[in-house]
T-cell receptor, first 116, second 116 residues
Framework: AQTVTQSQPEMSVQEAETVTLSCTYD???????LFWYKQPPSRQMILVIR??????QNATENRFSVNFQKAAKSFSLKISDSQLGDTAMYFC?????????????FGKGTKLTVNP | GAGVSQSPSNKVTEKGKDVELRCDPI?????LYWYRQRLGQGLEFLIY????????KSGLPSDRFSAERTGESVSTLTIQRTQQEDSAVYLC??????????????FGQGTRLTVV
């Protein structure tokens, strides 16, 4: 079974600075997606960034980028120029694509607070 | 509709009563997921439907929990003889993997269940 581990229950960062959230996962599969989702106090889950396992290039979306280390099964999220609106829970997630499955498993989350 | 719709948005029920939660996925999405999120916690996987395949029920916490989905349409999550520990937000998501598209899971706003 796939598992996703986020080892940082809470983190804080000053506005305009950079922060990195950690995520590791365990799988024996070779074909999968990785995601970071954001959940603000409104509780709506919002996709931040995705990474396809077969792509070596790290995904980037504006101020958000990932460091994907497939051999180490590591998928960290870097937020640059942090903004107050980035304050939220961040969840790392794994989607297995083997055999037509799309089962989606989440980590326990990291609560990020951006301080003014 | 354009997004995943869940109803009701809030439900208060008495301990011992049965409740039924509804999820309308995005049209054409073959995969549908239910998660439970207790206050301040992560997303706990409950059940996953993939097209007409047998659902993955490995996350259901007890036999009081069941879910159905007809084809690729609406899903209902039923909790029988509710207990106070069932109080949580129940989130539904749907997705459709396509090699030529960017896969992601889209979430509903959730149903907040309170058992009194």
């Amino acid at each position: 079974a796939q598992t996703v581990t986020q080892s940082q229950p809470e983190m804080s960062v000053q506005e305009a600075e950079t922060v990195t959230l950690s995520c590791t996962y365990d799988t024996s599969e070779n074909n999968y997606y990785l995601f970071w989702y954001k959940q603000p106090p409104s509780r709506q889950m919002i996709l931040v960034i995705r990474q396809e396992a077969y792509k070596q290039q790290n995904a980037t979306e504006n101020r958000f980028s990932v460091n994907f280390q497939k051999a180490a099964k590591s998928f960290s999220l870097k937020i640059s120029d942090s903004q107050l609106g980035d304050t939220a829970m961040y969840f790392c997630a794994f989607m297995n694509l083997q055999g037509g499955s799309e089962k989606l498993v989440f980590g326990k989350g990291t609560k990020l607070t951006v301080n003014p | 509709g354009a997004g995943v719709s869940q109803s009701p948005s809030n439900k208060v029920t008495e301990k011992g009563k049965d409740v039924e939660l509804r999820c309308d996925p995005i049209s054409g999405h073959t995969a549908l997921y239910w998660y439970r999120q207790r206050l301040g916690q992560g997303l706990e996987f409950l059940i996953y439907f993939q097209g007409n395949s047998a659902p993955d029920k490995s996350g259901l916490p007890s036999d009081r929990f069941s879910a159905e989905r007809t084809g690729e349409s609406v899903s209902t999550l039923t909790i029988q003889r509710t207990q106070q520990e069932d109080s949580a937000v129940y989130l539904c998501a749907s997705s459709r993997w396509d090699r030529d598209l960017n896969t992601e899971a889209f979430f509903g706003q959730g149903t907040r269940l309170t058992v009194v």
